[in-house]
């Protein structure tokens, strides 16, 4: 797990700039540092390392590999190859040699020997570079779900790429210019799409996309290499699909236990988590080390559950709570860190984990991905009902209903009515656009009150619920269940869950993997009827709980999800109140023209009465955002 970075530059590439990527992204990659520059000073690669596999000298980057017939490679990577030694033994016998016993090695040998269909090879994740002297060609990719980051900045003089966009603002070349159409997104959704960033100029590179630059005329060719599946289902019985799940998650937890550094697990006290937990136990010779969080608000803490999974495997378990910020020193880094606008609070507790975890280990498996997988999220089962609902009553009668919930949601400040009027008002949408407003931050509504005039002529005709409804077309399944799935795999787990993680770990130098989210096995879930995952309306993770049945205890597996969000609603009634409020309606914050001021007003008056936190969360956190990187 690293950080790599480089640049592509006609009139020349000064090491001194190669340096100074290096140098931003120290975090992610303590251990070493290493730079290339090309023959005739056009290319330049950087590369910070974090040792996992092979800790000795010959790991290091950027690393040197000839081919088999005169090739010549460089190349900077982070990640983990899971079935590298795989791979090389099988490149080997076919006449490969390699001088290090890491994972890096193994990539350019198999561009060598398959060009880019080398990356439907690699299982784990991933983003690297290869400078191809031969061609004159940079390959770069990224892994299939997007855990690992890959940025860059492109004009008709430079190509400037890196693990995170802090690197890339070292360089002279881009400007520091907000995307207002990013920040549009985003208070959608909480967090900026891809290939957006927030930046005007810079981009990410989509999961599941390479490309490829000519060195020589900066000619940029991209392509994506694979996708989810939802069409194809398999007849098999509910004890078959149980052993199939369990089969490949196993393997997918085993491959994810190699390592030469410590490791252990994110303990949340969930199913996702436990199960990998309970399947590390199974494979380790000690006990494992397991790690978790929690708040005083016991509505809100996981560590009763987390505890319970601890004794049961005899786990080394420890655990911090997580009590009300400094808001005003950590809510700035935490700005910092994730450098684009990011609103998903469960970072806070996310990175307080990791810091925790990297005290004990360098390597921590996870649960992420069960959500996405068996359909866990409570939204998914409103959809479901939504989709039922609409099929079923006619328009007028919704209409009618809606009115209803209006009345009652003028008359009722609470949060539930608050909701069911919005459930019932979007019934008459398509299922795409109905299933936008259960995820939305700001609601088209709630924009068009917030926005200033300038701020809505500059967004005008510019719908971010269309992001969504393009991926369930995309899905190509009649089965509107499936077609979430898919968006969420497309959208939600890589610009919002991934990153969280990506950042929040490598801000302490420590490494992520996710069992659940092994390219195989999602291929596998995605063969699941949608029937068998969310049973009813209710059965949310349906046959995972089957599977699980026999290993983790049901008063873990059926009890209420309550996700990873830190207490927002107390928090910004209490200590963050007073805090929130200078930030957001501060003359700089009112100055930037952006929002009305009475209307940020509205929001913190609301609150009171109604939950508008997270509402609040992602004002505040932009406004923090801005301060950092234009300020």
Same mark, same amino acid.
């Given at each position: 797990m690293c950080a790599i970075a480089g640049k592509i530059r006609g009139a020349g590439v000064a090491e001194g700039d190669i340096a100074a990527m290096n140098k931003a992204m120290v975090h992610r990659g303590p251990d070493d540092d290493g730079i290339f520059i090309s023959r005739d000073g056009k290319v330049g690669l950087g590369h910070r390392r974090l040792s996992i596999i092979d800790l000795s000298p010959l790991g290091r980057q950027p690393m040197y590999c000839p081919g088999k017939n005169g090739n010549k490679y460089w190349i900077v990577y982070n990640g983990e190859i899971y079935n590298y030694a795989e791979l090389r033994l099988a490149l080997e016998k076919d006449g490969y040699s390699f001088k290090s016993n890491s994972d890096t090695e193994v990539i350019p040998a198999l561009y060598d020997k398959f060009g880019v269909n080398c990356l439907l090879r690699l299982r784990g994740m991933f983003s690297f570079a290869i400078y191809d002297e031969t061609r004159r060609v940079l390959f770069c990719a990224r892994d299939r779900i997007g855990k690992k980051p890959f940025k860059y900045y492109l004009n008709n003089d430079v190509f400037i790429f890196a693990s995170e966009l802090k690197a890339i603002l070292t360089q002279d070349e881009p400007r520091r210019e907000p995307d207002y159409e990013a920040i549009h997104h985003y208070l959608t959704y909480q967090y900026v799409p891809s290939p957006l960033t927030g930046f005007m100029g810079i981009q990410k590179l989509e999961p599941a996309h390479y490309l490829i630059i000519e060195t020589d005329t900066l000619k940029v060719t991209k392509k994506r290499y694979w996708s989810l599946d939802y069409s194809e289902k398999w007849a098999l019985t509910e004890g078959q699909w149980c052993g199939r799940i369990m089969e490949k998650l196993g393997e997918a937890v085993g491959i994810r236990m190699r390592s030469d550094v410590p490791l252990g697990a994110l303990l949340s006290g969930g199913v996702d988590s436990s199960a990998v937990t309970a399947l590390m136990s199974r494979l380790s010779s000690k006990p494992v080390r397991t790690f978790s969080v929690g708040f005083k608000e016991d509505k809100y803490s996981e560590l009763r559950y987390a505890r319970i999974i601890a004794d049961k495997f005899r786990t080394d378990h420890t655990e911090l709570i997580v009590t009300p910020v400094d808001a005003e020193e950590i809510l700035p880094q935490l700005a910092h860190m994730y450098e684009e606008p990011? %609103?998903?609070?469960? %970072?806070?507790p996310s990175y307080y984990v990791s810091k925790l975890t990297r005290e004990h280990v360098t390597v921590a498996l996870n649960g992420d991905g069960g959500d996405e997988n068996f359909a866990g999220y409570s939204r998914y089962a409103l959809h479901k009902f939504a989709v039922t609902c609409g099929g079923l009553l006619p328009t007028p009668l919704i209409r009618s209903i809606g009115q209803i919930g209006k009345f009652l949601a003028g008359r009722i400040k609470a949060t539930f009515i608050d909701r069911l009027e919005h459930v019932i008002d979007t019934l008459p949408d398509d299922a795409a656009r109905r299933y936008v407003n259960y995820i939305c931050y700001f609601s088209n509504a709630m924009k068009h009150a917030l926005y200033?005039?300038?701020?809505? %002529?500059?967004?005008?005709?510019?719908?971010?619920?269309? @992001?969504?409804?393009?991926r369930f077309r995309e899905a190509g399944t009649q089965d509107m269940l499936d077609a979430a799935l898919y968006a969420d795999f497309m959208t939600y787990l890589p610009d919002d869950l991934m990153v969280k993680m990506d950042i929040a770990s490598m801000a302490v130098s420590l490494e992520g993997r996710s069992p659940f989210l092994d390219h195989e096995f999602i291929e596998l879930t995605a063969k699941i009827p949608s029937g068998l995952k969310l049973k009813g309306v209710n059965g949310k993770k349906y046959i995972l709980k089957k599977a699980l049945l026999t290993l983790l205890p049901k008063e873990v597996m059926y009890r209420p999800k309550m996700g990873f969000a830190i207490p927002l609603d107390v928090w910004f009634r209490t200590c963050l109140r007073d805090y929130a409020t200078s930030v957001l309606l501060s003359d700089k914050a009112v100055g930037r023209g952006m929002?009305? !001021?009475? %209307?940020? !007003?509205? @929001?913190?008056?609301?609150?009171?009465?109604?939950?508008?936190?997270?509402?609040?969360?992602?004002? @505040?956190?932009?406004? @923090?955002?801005f301060r950092e990187f234009f300020d």
């Open positions: 990011y %609103a998903d609070s469960s %970072a806070l200033s005039a300038n701020f809505a %002529a500059i967004t005008h005709g510019n719908d971010s619920y269309t @992001l969504i409804e393009d929002f009305k !001021k009475e %209307a940020v !007003k509205a @929001l913190l008056d609301e609150h009171t009465k109604i939950n508008r936190g997270y509402q609040l969360w992602a004002l @505040l956190m932009l406004e @923090l955002w």
